[in-house]
Nanobody, 114 residues
Framework: QVRLVESGGGLVQAGGSLRLSCAAS????????MGWYRQAPGKQRELVAT???????NYAESVKGRFTISRDNAKSTVYLQMNSLKPEDTAVYYC????????WGKGTLVTVSS
């Protein structure tokens, strides 16, 4: 059974940093391009960043230059380093493949106070 477990969220002041982790189990993690998504209250889930099997990355304009996605295939884990956080980054953050092909995990809540 495929399982995605996100962690690392919390409450941080604007300008602060957090590092999110997403551990995958029950699947061959290394064959998937992975992504981080977020869903703010009352809004649709949006794609924030992606990373290919080979390590190429892409970012939403709203986070470009502030967020960095990375992966460790040996640990079946994808990370999201978030710097210079803004209140508008407040959301529940999820990981999945770049095509949303796996069952969603519970996500991890990031709250940025002004």
């Amino acid at each position: 059974q495929v399982r995605l477990v996100e962690s690392g969220g919390g409450l941080v002041q604007a300008g602060g940093s957090l590092r999110l982790s997403c551990a995958a189990s029950g699947t061959i993690f290394s064959i998937y391009a992975m992504g981080w998504y977020r869903q703010a209250p009352g809004k649709q889930r949006e794609l924030v960043a992606t990373i290919t099997v080979g390590g190429w990355t892409n970012y939403a304009e709203s986070v470009k230059g502030r967020f960095t996605i990375s992966r460790d295939n040996a640990k079946s884990t994808v990370y999201l380093q978030m710097n210079s956080l803004k209140p508008e980054d407040t959301a529940v953050y999820y990981c999945n493949t770049d095509s949303r092909g796996l069952v969603w995990g519970k996500g991890t809540l990031v709250t940025v106070s002004s």
